[in-house]
């Protein structure tokens, strides 16, 4: 008889739906951007999204975040489908969560929830991991109610309330224990880190800060020219990557941060201010930005509003445009003339130069466009921090351009 192999069988995606809100703060060009993210994030997560729901309320509803009427849509789609999964966009509270999951008798999540679980999928260090872990017990203490639903279906059982009640509270007490030792684990991986800073403090530090999925890592890889993990996916990069990097013999650190999105658990945010550490710690930013992506210019103001609560918008910042190659494959047609593509180019470059003072470049790290042009900039930057803070060492320094041509020549340059 032939030999009996064991076959793995294929992971199925859940299927889900997704469900947003068009409101007073919220127009409906705003809900799709938002419904295209969290799409992006359900696919991240390994989810498959079938349809979209949306409804124009003034304020979500305060027991089913949607309406009566939206609410029996969906769930007679839900049944009909056979679909697993409800992803809303916005945090709910407890009580919503619980009252939606009883109508629709399938699992719910919010926005903040899927980017825990996304962030549990992807966390790799001790580190990572301990803030991933921190993040989804301070956001699931609240819920642990809905957790003990399944002793609502036990009728007439004497003592089952009370002893339901005893379980949560123990649930409580022990989660509460748990948030208080991993808080002291991650106090003491930041003395570690902040011994670790110590030691290089001489050294100057760059930090790549974005929205997440905007190339950061590409660009990394690029300037530091090691291999560092890239895809195109929501959160590819959690843990902070530093590399020591050498332009023209003028050393620097450049990290790698976890990327920022719209609408971030504060949870998560609290978690990882000990990753986001590198941005305080940085002495240039570079804020890398897909200008490929329609609503580039708010995940700019994302990006800023995030690193102005950390304290960190102050900092010396280059702004990376990049995926420039999408941007004209995605804006210019195939049959416009050259000479209007440079002058509508001229004046998208113009108008940043002159918003960032003059701190902006535009690149395409895959194609490699620019990218000596930011090499350049970027050891301009370096080299000038260093003469201000250690003007004795100023005979070390000399000419960049050698440099910059042989690197031209190794790594084929394509200028714009």
């Known amino acids: ?30 809900t799709k951007e938002y419904l295209d993210e969290l799409e992006f994030l359900a696919e991240t997560a390994g989810a498959k999204v079938y349809k979209r729901f949306t409804q124009r309320l003034a304020n979500p509803d305060v027991a089913t975040y949607v309406g009566k009427g939206k609410m029996e849509e969906i769930v007679e789609y839900v049944k009909a489908k056979g679909i697993e999964l409800v992803l809303l966009d916005d945090e ?3 009580s919503q969560q619980r009252n939606m999951e009883k109508e629709l008798q399938c699992k719910v999540l919010d926005r903040s929830m899927l980017i825990l679980d996304i962030f549990a999928q992807r966390a790799r260090t001790l580190q990572a991991k301990t803030q991933v872990e921190l993040a989804q017990l301070q956001y699931m203490l609240p819920r642990l109610k809905g957790l003990w639903s399944h002793l ?3 009728k007439g059982g004497i003592g089952m309330k ?10 409580r007490r022990i989660a509460k224990q748990k948030i208080a030792l991993l808080k002291d684990k991650l106090k003491e991986i930041d003395k570690q880190n902040a011994t670790r800073r110590k030691n290089r403090s001489e050294m100057i530090r760059v930090a790549l800060v974005g929205y997440t999925n905007v190339g950061k890592s590409t660009l990394m890889n690029l300037l530091a020219k090691e291999t560092v993990f890239a895809e195109n996916k929501l959160f590819a990069t959690l843990d902070t990557t530093v590399r020591k990097v050498v332009f023209n013999a003028v050393p620097f650190l450049l990290s790698d941060t976890v990327g920022f999105i719209r609408k971030l658990p504060t949870h998560l945010v609290e978690s990882f201010k000990s990753t986001l550490d590198e941005t305080l710690e940085a002495d240039i930013l570079l804020h890398v930005v897909d200008i490929s992506h329609s609503a580039f210019e708010d995940q700019i103001r994302v990006v800023n509003e995030i690193l102005e609560d950390l304290g960190s918008l102050d900092k010396p910042m280059i702004m990376v445009f990049n995926k420039m190659d999408l941007y004209e494959e995605k804006y210019f047609d195939e049959f416009l003339p050259d000479e209007i593509k440079r002058s509508l180019l001229s004046e998208l470059k113009e108008s940043w130069m002159n918003k960032t003072r003059n701190n902006a470049i535009f690149v395409s790290a895959t194609q490699m466009r620019n990218t000596s042009q930011l090499r350049e900039l970027l050891f301009t930057k370096v080299k000038d921090l260093y003469l201000e803070r250690y003007p004795y060492k100023a005979g070390f320094y000399h000419d960049y351009s050698v440099d910059l041509k042989e690197w031209n020549e190794q790594n084929g340059e394509e200028e714009a």
């Not at 009996?4 to 859940?14: A, F, L, S």
């Open 162 to 171: 009370g002893a339901g009640e005893k379980e949560i509270e123990t649930d």
């Open 152 to 154: 609502d279906r036990v």
């Open 1 to 30: 008889m032939p030999a009996k192999h064991n076959v793995i069988p294929e992971y199925e995606p859940e299927k889900a739906v997704l469900v947003g809100l068009i409101t007073q703060n919220q127009d409906e060009a705003t």
């Open 92 to 94: 709910v509270s407890p």
